[in-house]
């Protein structure tokens, strides 16, 4: 259900945001921005909103943030072939090679955010750490990852965007 509702919230409004500039005498590469532009949600604002609404661990919290999560890799994926077209044309290596980096990572780091981040945090890492300096080493562990994440998603022809997205998922 949350990819269903990803991909209906991420195209349903992209759709509509692309075609405005269509009507308006714009052309493709117009239309394209405005749909990858427009696609957008912010994971981070549904999870603090159902938070503090205590709704997080609730079935419709979970869809939520499913949905939230499906709707940023797509935008991320927008994104990613806009600028391929803006910047390498519209040669088909260019645009798939983006789409299969975005997969492979999102799910390798996906795994590793589920099993083997938590393990590491829980059993090694934050044992070692006073409660009080808890939360600033965590926070330099996410800049850490995206310091990481940023060049190599882009190195290998995704968004720098995906890996800021990523080392926030982990």
């Known amino acids: 259900r949350g990819l269903g509702l990803g991909l ?4 349903g409004p ?3 945001a692309g075609l405005c500039p269509l009507l308006w005498q714009g052309g493709f590469l117009e239309s394209a921005v405005s749909f990858a532009a427009l696609s957008t949600m912010s994971t981070g604002i549904s999870l603090n909103v159902l938070k503090s609404g205590s709704a997080l661990n609730r079935p419709l919290g979970q869809l939520v943030i499913a949905a ?3 709707n940023e890799i797509l935008s991320i ?3 990613a ?3 391929a077209f803006v ?3 519209s040669s088909v290596k260019f645009h798939l090679i983006p789409i299969v980096v975005v997969f492979i990572l999102t799910g390798f780091i996906a795994s590793a955010a589920v099993w083997c981040i938590p393990k590491f945090l829980d059993k090694k890492l934050l044992p070692a750490i006073p409660k009080r300096h808890r939360p600033e080493v965590l926070l330099g562990l996410v800049f850490s990852t995206a310091l990481i994440l940023v060049p190599l998603c882009t190195y290998t022809g995704a968004s720098g965007l995906l890996g800021a ?3 926030g998922l982990s």
Do not use: N
Request: net charge positive; no cysteine; proline share 0%.
């Open 68 to 70: 939230a999560t499906v």
């Open 77 to 79: 994926i927008f994104l």
């Open 87 to 89: 910047r390498k044309g």
């Open 8 to 11: 209906i919230g991420t195209l």
């Open 14 to 16: 992209a759709v509509l």
């Open 81 to 83: 072939q806009v600028d």
């Open 165 to 167: 997205f990523l080392a």
